[in-house]
């Protein structure tokens, strides 16, 4: 297949995501986004069916691309310099949504939670045998992780979603990084970034008590 500018690769995700760790282990803020807009575009490339998932993380990521496009965006270069700037400034809602319905706090979980499932998913991906169901993977997945915070009308429309996914191989294809076993190096190579992101956001929020943040 050509290569064309606008045409999705998985690689580029994973790239973003490498890019997040800082030399002090810090979680830049700026490649996190940019490694969330590759996936709402390799979402929207599942067709229409996984709008309503990606329509929600496009919601998340403007809000948090606004604090970095807003007077204060130094203080939203990292997640950590975020987390400190936030909650000294008694910007974020602890108990209820009110004052600050938006945080970058609580909007950065969102996005958190959901990045364990995708770090699930790819890993079901890489080990599962060659002729495993992908719906069966993605659905695995989700209800060993970001179900749990959804409503069950959330939680069925998603699973009617997931049946609409191609075979694994399809899907390996869809990710447009090479053949299979290219692929599959690929996901090798980057997952151990996106769970090392995910761990070192999980462990700041855990140390702050953000982790159920409404
Ligand atoms: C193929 C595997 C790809 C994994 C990508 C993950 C995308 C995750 C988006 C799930 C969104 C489902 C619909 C929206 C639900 C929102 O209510 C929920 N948002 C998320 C990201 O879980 C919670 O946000 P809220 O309502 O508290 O603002």
Known sequence: ??????????????VAFKGCLSEQQEVRVDPYLEGWKGLVRFLNSLGAIFSFISKDAVTKIQIIEGYRNSDQREKYLTIQSMVEYELSNGLVDLDKRSEHPDSGCRTLLRLHRALHWLQLFL??????KEDAKTSVICSDS?????????????????MVA??????RNTFLENMNVGTTEEAMAMLGDALPFI????????D??????????P
């Open 1 to 14: 297949m050509a290569e064309g500018a606008d045409m999705f690769s998985l690689r580029e995700v994973l």
């Open 162 to 167: 997931f049946y609409a996914l191609p075979p």
């Open 142 to 158: 989700y209800n060993a992780s970001l179900a749990n915070y959804h409503p069950w009308i959330i939680r069925k429309a998603a």
């Open 123 to 128: 890993e079901g991906l890489r080990t599962a």
């Open 204 to 213: 700041l929020y855990a140390q702050h008590k953000l982790l159920g943040l």
């Open 195 to 202: 769970c090392k992101v995910y761990e070192i956001t999980e």
